[in-house]
């Protein structure tokens, strides 16, 4: 008889010395709208739901300076601090937001400094244990990025160094100035065209913290994925699940160094996301899945 059965790791070591739950929350959607800038409007449900949260284990909470034009960070620290002895806040810096609709790249030394004072006011913290970058900045050489980021780092400002939306070779890059204990790139069951940054995290031992986990619209069928919508639903119809669970299980199912950060404003969609980590997916629908 075939073992057909499946087993995952429901944490994972982050740097070394970080012990994270891989169902984390990504605090984006708590920010005012259009253009997640602002003040979230219902401030007291947004806190309410941030501990909820950590009452689900959630202890990996993913947010940025950019995120609400640093609101996001703001209710994080009015919700949760003093925060649990376990409880990881990962923020990003190098991107000023002005306004709703523009985004600025801003990698500049400077900046990063600026952006790593005015997040450790915010979140209330004496040092980050995540700092990201949030994007390399055409205008600024990426080493001289990375270099502030370890300058920082070596002031104790920031316990350990990530990257966000970079390549392969920005990430070899990278390691060469200071260790990388974390990328967040675009990845999910529907769009797959990061694989191999997320294949070369796992081979090195490094947190894929996929952002768009889900999506807007994760299950709307398209040209890369004609038969995904079917075949999701079928295994989640098996399960007693939904869709959305089946997708986040794939992705734990995945790779052992993925940490996910679903986003969400309702608690109900919360403790939903949160069950993802009890469902067990056979060898089989991992390939059917693999597949689509």
Same mark, same amino acid.
């Given at each position: 008889?075939?073992?057909?059965?499946?087993?995952?790791?429901?944490?994972?070591?982050?740097?070394?010395?970080?012990?994270?739950?891989?169902?984390?929350?990504?605090?984006?959607?708590?920010?005012?709208?259009?253009?997640?800038?602002?003040?979230?409007?219902?401030?007291?449900?947004?806190?309410?739901?941030?501990?909820?949260?950590?009452?689900?284990?959630?202890? @990996?909470? *993913?947010?940025?300076?950019?995120?609400?034009?640093?609101?996001?960070?703001?209710?994080?620290?009015?919700?949760?601090?003093?925060?649990?002895?376990?409880?990881?806040?990962?923020?990003?810096?190098?991107?000023?937001?002005?306004?709703? *609709?523009?985004?600025?790249? *801003?990698?500049? !030394?400077?900046?990063?400094?600026?952006?790593?004072?005015?997040?450790?006011?915010?979140?209330?913290?004496?040092?980050?244990?995540?700092?990201?970058?949030?994007? %390399?900045?055409?205008?600024?050489? @990426?080493?001289?990025?990375?270099?502030?980021?370890?300058?920082?780092?070596?002031?104790?400002?920031?316990?350990?160094?990530?990257?966000?939306?970079?390549?392969?070779?920005?990430?070899?890059?990278?390691?060469?100035?200071? !260790?990388?204990?974390?990328?967040?790139?675009?990845?999910? =069951?529907?769009?797959?065209?990061?694989?191999?940054?997320?294949?070369?995290?796992?081979?090195?031992?490094?947190? @894929?913290?996929?952002?768009?986990?889900?999506?807007?619209? !994760?299950?709307?069928?398209?040209? %890369?994925?004609?038969?995904?919508?079917?075949?999701?639903?079928?295994?989640?119809?098996?399960?007693?699940?939904?869709?959305?669970?089946?997708?986040?299980?794939?992705?734990?199912?995945?790779?052992?160094?993925?940490?996910?950060?679903?986003?969400?404003?309702?608690?109900?969609?919360?403790?939903?996301?949160?069950?993802?980590?009890? =469902?067990?997916?056979?060898?089989?629908?991992?390939?059917?899945?693999?597949?689509?």
């Amino acid at each position: 008889m075939t073992n057909n059965t499946t087993s995952i790791s429901n944490t994972f070591k982050l740097g070394g010395d970080l012990n994270i739950n891989r169902l984390g929350y990504g605090a984006m959607r708590l920010s005012g709208q259009p253009g997640n800038f602002g003040a979230y409007p219902d401030w007291e449900g947004g806190e309410q739901l941030l501990r909820r949260a950590v009452e689900l284990k959630v202890n @990996f909470i *993913d947010t940025a300076e950019a995120y609400g034009a640093g609101f996001n960070e703001e209710i994080i620290a009015s919700a949760l601090h003093p925060y649990k002895q376990d409880l990881v806040i990962a923020t990003k810096g190098g991107i000023n937001k002005p306004a709703p *609709d523009k985004i600025l790249a *801003d990698a500049s !030394p400077a900046f990063l400094r600026s952006g790593v004072e005015g997040s450790l006011q915010r979140l209330k913290l004496e040092q980050i244990d995540l700092y990201q970058l949030h994007r %390399p900045d055409p205008k600024v050489p @990426f080493a001289e990025s990375i270099g502030a980021l370890k300058e920082l780092r070596d002031e104790g400002k920031i316990r350990h160094l990530g990257l966000s939306n970079v390549t392969v070779s920005q990430i070899e890059e990278a390691r060469k100035i200071v !260790p990388i204990v974390s990328v967040q790139n675009k990845f999910s =069951i529907s769009d797959r065209s990061m694989e191999n940054v997320l294949d070369y995290c796992t081979q090195n031992n490094i947190a @894929f913290i996929p952002h768009g986990s889900l999506g807007a619209h !994760p299950l709307k069928q398209g040209a %890369p994925l004609a038969n995904a919508e079917g075949v999701i639903a079928d295994i989640a119809t098996k399960k007693g699940a939904k869709p959305n669970q089946i997708a986040l299980a794939w992705l734990l199912h995945r790779a052992p160094n993925i940490i996910l950060i679903p986003g969400t404003t309702t608690i109900a969609h919360l403790e939903e996301n949160m069950t993802a980590s009890s =469902i067990t997916l056979t060898k089989d629908e991992i390939n059917l899945l693999n597949q689509i």
